[in-house]
């Protein structure tokens, strides 16, 4: 888990550069229009919230398997573009991304004592 966490941010992209990825996702956005993305992106989080369930209530049954997984991994996917596409829409939410870790991370602290 520490070393999955030691990756994040700096994900493995074979054949997939940053320049490449904008080009992509502004490319979807001038072609669709930026409401037709932000539906998708509300769909998309919708799919991933439903994979995530279905992969809960089939723990510990006969229905548990790889692919269940694999179905999150794929919906995790789909919502990283679209999320990609919304700070091409919105801004970028970094620094709110900073600010929510760093609240986070004293909670922990906290937690911890
Ligand atoms: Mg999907």
């Known amino acids: 888990m520490l070393e999955a966490a ?4 700096t994900p493995a992209r074979e054949g997939m550069d940053a320049e490449r990825e904008g080009k992509i996702l502004e490319g979807a956005i001038m072609k669709w229009g930026a409401y037709a993305q932000i539906d998708i992106a509300i769909e998309e989080m919708s799919e991933l ?38 700070s091409l829409i919105f801004g970028d939410c970094s620094e709110w991304e900073v600010y929510k870790l760093e609240r986070l991370e004293t909670r922990l602290k906290e937690a911890g004592k």
Do not use: C, P, S
């Open 49 to 86: 919230t439903k994979a995530l369930l279905k992969e809960r209530r089939a723990v510990g049954t006969a229905n548990f398997d790889d692919r269940l997984r694999d179905h999150i991994r794929e919906e995790m996917a789909d919502v990283y573009i679209t999320l990609n596409q919304l």
């Open 6 to 9: 030691a990756e994040l941010g």
